[in-house]
């Protein structure tokens, strides 16, 4: 008898972790919050623990042929503290475990490390353990993340209320620009070795790309303005998949305006340059690691003297879905087009 | 100018792992114990933090010619919880992190998923994250495991003293000959597909090799005798590799005597099938995931009431070095000849 067989992509990312750990039991009262949020959340005394991972293959996540080694080290670092930042959390310590090829050297893996390190020295995290391994091809690096957060102070994607402000931190989609800007001038490199890159006026979504931060500046305006987030997460697949798992997951809906939605210039240059919609790629472009919650109208007058934090839009009942407002008014249902390594 | 170019295999797996974080100087009063013993050790509270990951990579640590599924990841789980054993401590939760390629299903990762779970319910941990990622090639399996301990009761690899007792659990060097029957079986049936593999009279050594178990038992067994090991750590690369972690941070020597490191019958038969060196076996096999530790000399009569627990030696001063004392009396230095997968 043949065995039956369902491909990963039917289930889309998502759904294949919800398949993969639903069957899962919670064993432990000292695991307070487990898989479905950026971080789960464990009760070892006074502090909340948070724990995140990441896992980075090449090729999927990352080319090397125009990712510097200590860049790509500082953001496979940043992206876990993102997660805990997303959480209202301070990340505290890291695991990192990396599988290599032969074909790098002890060099190499200094360059990964010092970037590492820096993230580390940047954003006071410790790291605590890890793995090192050969592997037959490319490069691999998994990342565990803990950080601490007061049982009181962890915020949820789940929270979100009907009226609540929608807030997203810095701009969205320039990293989604930077990528593509890497690939053309790759594509252009590899047709023609004598032509140099042509970087000039950029360098903002190059390094938004290949060096991101994490909000911890938001996360630390937040608590001196007294606000707490209803619901918050990171923006890693594009606001409009982020606005999804929020709505769901808080049983809403939610409208967004257009031309209210954070874009840098040179972002807005480099889509007319690729004659792409600038709007598309700020909803659906990746890895902007900007923090999107969700507030109590009642503190509206405090997120209005937040730097770095733009109000583009609200939440709704659940019936009236998630829409976009466009320029002209009119009401588009959101799609998530985000990012998705298992399609 | 050329760029310096260092081989990895220069430095060796602990070599490279110092090299590459020596340079990491910790930040937080809340981590205790960052890298260097099987697990971090963080403070956030009442109760410690145990920290451990693992890393395995197809084609490198294990070939799913002959691994099933299931068995694989109860394996990538249990390895784990060894190492939070091997700080007297309890594993309490776990992350897992999976990249693979398109030849693998929803079947197959529910298998691998299946695996984890048995794991996690035979030994009392919740999963609590994770990350799931395409991959361009084969299978990556990432594992980060917390546990916790009192602070009075985590047993580091450097509180060994001279005239201590050296114990180890179980048996030695039948994972690794039950490795060696995978690998002959797997040639025989390449040369020819008729043939069926001959694993008669050989379970125990699969099991040990397919499906290990963690030494939980053992730990309770001399919490309920009080007794407080000086040093342990769990046995994955061989005795003797595990002896000179020990020996090096706890800054002493030991001696082994061959007859009585504990060999199992199918182990020893196997041995002499293939012509092997059983001892040798039994010192540098990997994968037993045993606990060897050392105790006071007071605990004697303690330690020789307890069940699947053997002594095989005493620690000594450094400048004695370390040796294992043959059957007629003759002193052999140890060698770590274990298990690298970086060479």
């Known amino acids: 008898?043949?065995?039956?067989?369902?491909e990963i992509s039917t289930l889309g990312e998502f759904g294949l972790i919800r398949h993969l750990t639903e069957k899962f039991k919670t064993q432990n009262t000292s695991t307070l919050k487990s898989v479905g949020d950026d971080a789960a959340v464990?009760?070892?005394?006074?502090?909340?623990?948070?724990?995140?991972?990441?896992?980075?293959?090449e090729g999927i996540h990352f080319d090397l042929q125009y990712t510097p080694l200590k860049h790509l080290g500082y953001k496979s670092a940043v992206v876990n503290f993102s997660d805990i930042y997303a959480m209202n959390g301070q990340p505290k310590q890291i695991t990192v475990s990396l599988g290599v090829s032969k074909r790098f050297s002890i060099e190499d893996l200094d360059e990964i490390y010092d970037g590492i390190r820096l993230a580390c020295e940047n954003y006071g995290v410790d790291l605590v353990g890890g793995d090192t391994s050969a592997s037959l091809?490319?490069?691999t690096i998994s990342i565990t993340c803990l950080g601490e957060a007061d049982a009181d102070k962890i915020v949820y994607r789940n929270g979100a209320k009907p009226n609540d402000l929608i807030c997203v931190s810095g701009n969205l989609g320039a990293a989604y620009m930077g990528l593509q800007l890497l690939e053309r001038e790759k594509r252009v490199f590899e047709g023609n070795n004598d032509v140099q890159p042509d970087f000039e006026g950029k360098d903002y979504i190059l390094q938004r790309q290949l060096k991101p931060e994490a909000r911890r500046d938001v996360i630390e305006a937040l608590a001196e303005h007294g606000i707490k987030p209803t619901a918050m997460m990171d923006i890693s697949d594009g606001l409009s998949s982020e606005l999804m798992h929020i709505c769901s997951q808080s049983n809403t809906g939610c409208r967004v305006y257009e031309d209210k939605i954070p874009i840098d210039y040179q972002s807005a240059v480099m889509a007319d340059e690729l004659n792409m919609n600038i709007v598309t790629c700020a909803l659906n472009g990746g890895e902007d690691y900007e923090l999107l919650f969700t507030a109590s109208l009642e503190d509206y007058e405090k997120l209005v003297l937040l730097e770095n934090v733009s109000m583009v839009g609200h939440i709704t009942k659940p019936e009236y879905g998630l829409n976009l407002v466009g320029r002209e008014g009119e009401e588009i249902p959101l799609k998530a087009q985000g990012w998705n390594s298992l399609q």
Chains 1, 2 share one sequence.
């Open 1 to 6: 008898m043949e065995q039956k067989r369902t």
């Open 137 to 139: 091809t490319g490069l």
């Open 42 to 57: 464990l009760d070892y005394g006074q502090k909340k623990i948070l724990v995140t991972t990441d896992l980075l293959l």
